[in-house]
């Protein structure tokens, strides 16, 4: 009888490990947003990818392992003198310790007892032991990106459709994310009290947030002269084009769109979400009680809307000293004879 080769034996081993990302991604028990799937199955492949180019079975692996997939990232380049930033490793440490914790639920299947991802600052130790230098895991975590009235003037001044342009305006003044602005129906607009109805994506929960008047325009100028008023759905965006002409709007669709506009408005700080930190980082500088932004935003934990507090913060500072200089000048002028 013929051995199995090493090589069939870790081909073996790939596409078992495979067929358990894919329950894991698909498992109803877990909410999880499209955009999330689409992250942690990109994760998962470099995990089972680096596995098979060290011959590790992706199910028996230790933690030395996941070590040696540290510093092989951080290490591996991904052009123009860029390496992989460790904020990006970490996310991608997390959704293997999650997809290890799920195969830990059935052991008697998958021959997994105990989860080999490191979790906190054991990460930061055992990785800076490894490598004999210290933590390469530590990352300062960046303010939001926000944009300026100017850019973001002159990225919708170079839209095509008040289609488009209404959605800009969802997107800047009401704080949506992009998938819940594409997923909103024509019954979620509450005209009257300038509410809208909102089916957050990425938590599966709905919230009914306020929206601006100025928004409200762009949206009924939409409805009113580019919708299609007769269809068999009522989603509120719609692709105007021949090929799909009157079906849903898509996020793909959507960026492509984005991306146009960005080219030839030549803003390249411009992309969806910094529409969404913007209108969070400008509610927060006007005071707006971080519980009400909070349920504005749609944030499941106080604590992620916490960073806009900093935002607000520094603006508090910057009014201090300017109250305190303009309190000055006025002393010195007293003063004068």
Same mark, same amino acid.
Request: proline residues 5%; positive net charge.
């Given at each position: ?70 510093? !092989?990232?951080? =290490? #591996?380049? @991904?052009?123009?003198? $860029? %390496?992989?930033?460790?904020? /990006?490793?970490?996310?991608? *440490? &997390? +959704? ?93 607009? !509450?005209?009257? =009290? #300038?509410? @809208?109805?909102?089916? $957050? %994506?990425?938590?599966?929960? /709905?919230?009914?947030?306020? *929206? &601006? +008047? ?97 935002? #607000? ?25």
């Amino acid at each position: 009888m013929d051995t199995p080769s090493a090589t069939t034996i870790n081909e073996r081993a790939r596409e078992e490990a495979g067929h358990w990302v894919q329950r894991f991604l698909d498992d109803p028990a877990v909410v999880r947003s499209a955009n999330t799937v689409r992250a942690y199955r990109h994760d998962l492949t470099r995990w089972i990818d680096f596995c098979r180019a060290t011959a590790t079975n992706p199910l028996r692996v230790r933690p030395s392992d996941v070590i040696a997939f540290i510093r !092989h990232e951080r =290490e #591996r380049s @991904i052009g123009d003198d $860029a %390496t992989v930033s460790a904020r /990006t490793i970490v996310r991608r *440490l &997390s +959704a293997i310790r999650q997809w290890y914790g799920f195969l830990m639920v059935e052991p008697e299947l998958t021959g997994v007892h105990r989860n080999p991802v490191p979790a906190g600052s054991a990460v930061r130790t055992a990785s800076g032991i490894a490598a004999g230098q210290p933590a390469l895991l530590r990352y300062d975590c960046p303010h939001p990106q926000i944009l300026t009235p100017e850019e973001i003037d002159r990225f919708i001044s170079h839209l095509t459709s008040d289609r488009d342009r209404a959605i800009v305006w969802l997107l800047k003044d009401g704080g949506l994310r992009v998938g819940e602005a594409l997923d909103l129906r024509l019954g979620d607009i !509450h005209w009257a =009290e #300038r509410r @809208i109805t909102v089916r $957050a %994506t990425k938590t599966h929960t /709905t919230r009914t947030i306020a *929206l &601006s +008047a100025e928004a409200l325009r762009a949206v009924s100028a939409y409805v009113r002269e580019e919708r299609p008023p007769a269809l068999e759905h009522d989603h509120l965006f719609v692709c105007l084009g021949r090929r799909s002409f009157g079906q849903p709007l898509r996020y793909r669709a959507w960026v492509a769109v984005c991306e146009q506009a960005r080219r030839r408005a030549e803003t390249p700080r411009v992309h969806a979400h910094a529409f969404r930190h913007t209108c969070a980082t400008n509610l927060a500088e006007a005071g707006m009680p971080l519980d009400a932004l909070q349920r504005q935003l749609g944030h499941r934990h106080l604590d992620t809307t916490m960073v806009y507090n900093e935002i #607000r913060d520094g603006r508090l500072q910057r009014e201090y000293r300017q109250a305190m200089e303009r309190q000055e000048t006025g002393r010195q002028r007293g003063g004068e004879v």
